[in-house]
């Protein structure tokens, strides 16, 4: 079990960035694949992006496909997700995963069993 706490939320400009940062307690951070997944009110949680344990592999939703860019330093016990060129529509619950499962299934948030409690990301036109 790791325990996850994101941060780097706020309210952003169509057009703006933000960075979110997600760390996790424990020794064995480094062999979790994480993910981030977002929701918005009425909404159902949504995949984001993942990244494997070693960091070799990254995956992304189409619709932030180009823009969002995640990464994760395993020596800080840290993932990070960059958003750039912001949209209305990103405006969302922002939450960071971890998950020992196969790679396959990483946009599935059925898999992942360790969650954060979330970071409001708030988007204005």
């Known amino acids: 079990q790791v325990q996850l706490a994101e941060s780097g939320g706020g309210l952003v400009q169509a057009g703006g960035s933000l960075r979110l940062s997600c760390a996790a307690s424990g020794r064995t951070f480094s062999t979790y694949m994480m993910g981030w997944f977002r929701q918005a009110p009425g909404q159902e949680r949504e995949f984001v992006s993942a990244?494997?344990?070693?960091?070799?592999?990254?995956r992304y939703a189409d619709s932030v496909k180009g823009r969002f860019t995640i990464s994760r330093d395993n020596a800080k016990n840290t993932v990070y997700l960059q958003m750039n060129s912001l949209k209305p529509e990103d405006t969302a619950a922002y939450y960071c995963a971890a998950a020992r499962t196969r790679w396959e299934y990483s946009d599935s948030s059925g898999e992942y069993d360790n969650w954060g409690q979330g970071t409001q990301v708030t988007v204005s036109s």
């Open positions: 990244i494997h344990w070693s960091g070799g592999s990254t």
